[in-house]
């Protein structure tokens, strides 16, 4: 098999000769190496392309926001405001107002990322070699969408489990976040008082498992965005772009993004969003501290 190097620009929707691309490189591919292992990756550029457009296209959309707003500027509020619907019942009103930006933000980020794989040339045009036969298989492209890389989806899930710890620490404080993991759930006025110290101890090996489950949290969150981006990015390549397959996979960028902002609210909400008087009570403690 030849390695003969070669540079070349492919359509999105040839879909004669794409199984060349039936099998895309888990790695994000150097575009600028530093050396050291410091270098600028394909899906790095994508992800600060995204950022920027997602700047560029909020500051025209909104420019400068008024008390009446105009068309463009109520189209965006009543986005954001569906979203608030959805996160605010998870998080709970007091840790909500720390909580809707890094939401939100992880929300636009990763869907727009998820959905650039999408688009002509991202992932179809680099350099690779032909084999043999003749047939030319891509190794480097220029292009990669961000979430299709795992060191992305892990800063992302790292990014999340900051922004959790730290919302917790501000709305429900050490002794709350204590008590919720290793602390006795039953009553003791109803529990008899032989079982309260065994139940005790129940709750402290469940939190201790709890407390592990907490601790592996980036690395699944990382693991499912990454494995099912990755994942459709094989599909649409093996497939030859073919239609069902491309809406479909709008679908499920749509499903990761909700699915992994979804998922970082109910982490916030599991420790702040207590409906019952004790914990309020803990809740104002902390916050007047």
């Known amino acids: 098999m030849s390695r003969v190097r070669n540079l070349a620009i492919f359509s999105l929707f040839l879909s004669t000769g794409m199984s060349a691309f039936a099998s895309v490189a888990p790695s994000a591919s150097k ?6 292992g410091w270098a600028i990756t394909n899906s790095m550029a994508t992800g600060w392309l995204v950022s920027l457009v997602i700047a560029f296209v909020v500051i025209a959309l909104i420019g400068k926001p008024s008390v009446l707003p105009s068309k463009r500027q109520a189209v965006f ?8 619907d959805l996160f605010e019942p998870i998080v709970g009103k007091k840790a909500f107002p720390a909580a809707f930006p890094l939401l939100v933000t992880l929300f636009i980020f990763i869907l727009i990322n ?11 045009v680099g350099t690779g070699y032909t084999d043999a036969e ?5 190794t480097n492209p220029f292009v990669r969408p961000f979430t299709a890389d795992f060191n992305s989806t892990i800063a992302l899930a790292l990014i999340s489990f ?8 501000k709305y429900a ?14 009553d003791k006025a109803e529990t008899p008082g032989w079982l309260y110290p065994i139940l005790s101890l129940v709750f402290l090996v ?4 709890e407390v592990f489950s907490i601790g592996i949290r980036p690395f699944t969150l990382s693991v499912r965005l990454f494995g099912n981006v990755f994942g459709g990015e094989n599909l649409l390549h093996g497939t030859g772009f073919i239609f069902v397959f491309y809406f479909m996979e709008l679908l499920v960028g749509l499903i990761q993004a909700t699915v992994f902002t979804l998922l970082s609210a109910v982490y916030i909400g599991l420790i702040t969003n207590h409906d019952d008087g004790h914990h309020d009570e803990d809740h104002a403690h902390a916050e007047s501290h």
Do not use: M, Q
Request: charged share 15%; aromatic share 8%.
């Open 31 to 36: 575009l600028i190496d530093f050396g050291n």
């Open 77 to 84: 509020e009543s986005v954001l405001e569906s979203l608030r």
């Open 114 to 124: 998820n959905w650039s794989g999408l688009l002509p040339g991202v992932g179809t």
């Open 134 to 138: 003749g047939h030319f298989h891509l």
């Open 162 to 169: 900051v922004g959790w710890l730290i919302i917790i620490l």
């Open 173 to 186: 404080g050490p002794k709350l976040i204590l008590k919720d993991l290793f602390g006795n759930k039953a």
């Open 206 to 209: 469940v939190g201790l498992i």
